[in-house]
C-alpha cells in the first residue's frame, strides 16, 4: 500500500526552485532512503511532509503530498495537527 505520495511537487523559496516535478511513492512498511549531494533538496523535501516549509516566509508549492489518499495541503487541513503526527529527524 502506498503510505505517502507526491504528484508533481514543485517548490520554491523567494522565487528560487528547489524541487522541480518530484513524483514519488512511499509505501508503508517499507525503508526508503533519499539521498543525493549536499543543496539538492532533501531536506526540502522532507519538510514538505509534514508542513515545516509552511513557516519560512516566501515558501511556495505547486502539486501535491498525499498521506493515505489525502492531501495534506488542501485548504482545511491543520498543519499542527500535520506536525504532531509526523516527526523528522535531521543529520
Not at 525503508?31 to 519560512?56: Q, V
Amino acid at each position: 500500500m502506498i503510505v505517502l505520495k507526491t504528484e508533481n511537487l514543485t517548490v520554491s523559496f523567494g522565487g528560487r526552485m528547489i524541487l522541480k516535478n518530484i513524483n514519488i511513492e512511499i509505501k508503508e512498511n517499507k525503508i526508503t532512503a533519499i539521498m543525493g549531494p549536499s543543496g539538492c533538496g532533501k531536506t526540502t523535501l522532507l519538510r514538505c511532509f509534514n508542513r515545516m516549509n509552511d513557516l519560512i516566509d516566501g515558501f511556495v508549492i505547486k502539486g501535491k503530498v498525499l498521506f493515505k489518499g489525502l492531501n495534506i495541503y488542501d485548504n482545511g487541513v491543520e498543519p499542527s495537527e500535520i506536525r504532531t503526527k509526523r516527526g523528522i529527524v535531521l543529520q
